[in-house]
Nanobody, 123 residues
Framework: QVQLVESGGGLVQPGGSLRLSCAAS????????MGWFRQAPGKEREFVAA????????PYADSVKGRFTISRDNAKNTVYLQTNSLLHVDTAVYYC????????????????WGQGTQVTVSS
């Protein structure tokens, strides 16, 4: 059993930044590969970024490369998504996910999900 709690979403101007956090509890966080996904109204939930157990592998969706950074602090049982240069198209609910295996960009590969945190980019 894993519980994931996201925070850090909010309303920002275009070009602004947010740091999303996902705090994990219930099992050894260091064993989990983590991912961030997002879902905009009327759209499918899509892959954003992932990070393996050690943090040495961090694949990103092409749409966010160079703007977003995923990281983890295993001592704090937390994974982060730093979002910079935000665009209107980044507006979505952002979800944290965990799996006890290798990283994946496929949403159905993940075992646990957080409740999501809303990111709204608007002027």
């Amino acid at each position: 059993q894993v519980q994931l709690v996201e925070s850090g979403g909010g309303l920002v101007q275009p070009g602004g930044s947010l740091r999303l956090s996902c705090a994990a509890s219930g099992r050894s966080f260091s064993r989990e590969a983590m991912g961030w996904f997002r879902q905009a109204p009327g759209k499918e939930r899509e892959f954003v970024a992932a990070i393996n157990r050690s943090g040495g592998s961090t694949p990103y969706a092409d749409s966010v490369k160079g703007r977003f950074t995923i990281s983890r602090d295993n001592a704090k049982n937390t994974v982060y998504l730093q979002t910079n240069s935000l665009l209107h198209v980044d507006t979505a609910v952002y979800y944290c996910a965990a799996r006890s295996s290798s990283i994946s960009s496929r949403k159905y590969a993940y075992d646990y999900w957080g409740q999501g945190t809303q990111v709204t980019v608007s002027s």
